[in-house]
């Protein structure tokens, strides 16, 4: 599975880790991609998200209805 956000989009950064000797190799920033089941009362259902945790206290402040309309507005299946 990719490392990618579902509600913020939010995907791998590239940049350079620096040693004490001040050589230069390449590193990636990965998000901190979390797999969390909400219900979703419209749905009477349940559904598996993978959230950065900036976006779970997105979730937590929008709600979980909003959250998923603006998935789908992306263009994402869920």
């Known amino acids: 599975m990719s490392a990618r956000c579902q509600l913020t989009g939010a995907s791998p950064s590239f940049g350079k880790k620096v040693?004490?000797?001040h050589r230069r190799t390449s590193r990636r920033f990965d998000p901190n991609?979390?797999?969390k089941r909400y219900w979703v009362p419209g749905?009477?259902?349940y559904?598996?998200?993978r959230l950065s945790a900036r976006a779970i206290k997105t979730v937590d402040r929008i709600g979980v209805e909003a959250a998923v309309a603006r998935i789908r507005a992306r263009g994402?299946?869920?």
């Open 19 to 21: 040693s004490h000797s």
């Open 33 to 35: 991609i979390q797999s």
């Open 47 to 49: 559904v598996r998200l």
């Open 76 to 78: 994402e299946r869920i």
């Open 43 to 45: 749905e009477g259902r």
